[in-house]
Structures are given as structure tokens and as C-alpha cells.
């Protein structure tokens, strides 16, 4: 299906952007009491930078199939 591309004023075919996989399951484990862990945030914040690699490489692959602007 073709659609208006704004930048050039003209329509064009979609192109399907690069396949990027599932996130993993998430690592961290719910605080055993009030107050988390070293370990516990430490796992929290691997889960974070794993899933925010994940929201980047979907965003990258989407500039790079011309559905959003660099």
C-alpha cells in the first residue's frame, strides 16, 4: 500500500524494516523485602540496559527502512 512521503511529496512503497528479535525474558526477581539488593538492582538494571539495546535496535531499523526520520 502506498503512502505520502512528506520530505519528498510524493507517494511511495513501504519497505519492510530488518527483522530484530524478542527481547529475553527478563532476569531480575521481585525485592524479598522493603528494601532491593545490590544483586537485586543490579539485575533490575541489567533487564533496563538489555531491553533499552533491544528499543534501539528496532528504532535503527526502522531509520535504515525509511519509516522514520534519521
Not at 20 to 34: H, I
Request: charged share 15%; hydrophobic share 55%; net charge positive.
Amino acid at each position: 500500500m502506498a503512502y505520502l512521503n512528506p520530505g519528498a511529496g510524493a507517494a511511495r512503497e513501504g519497505k519492510q524494516a530488518a527483522a530484530v528479535a524478542d527481547a529475553a525474558a527478563a532476569t531480575s526477581v521481585v525485592a524479598a523485602g522493603a528494601t532491593p539488593t545490590k544483586a537485586e538492582y543490579d539485575a533490575l538494571r541489567a533487564d533496563y540496559l538489555a531491553l533499552r539495546t533491544k528499543v534501539n535496535g528496532l528504532l535503527a531499523a526502522l531509520r535504515t527502512a525509511g519509516l522514520l526520520a534519521p
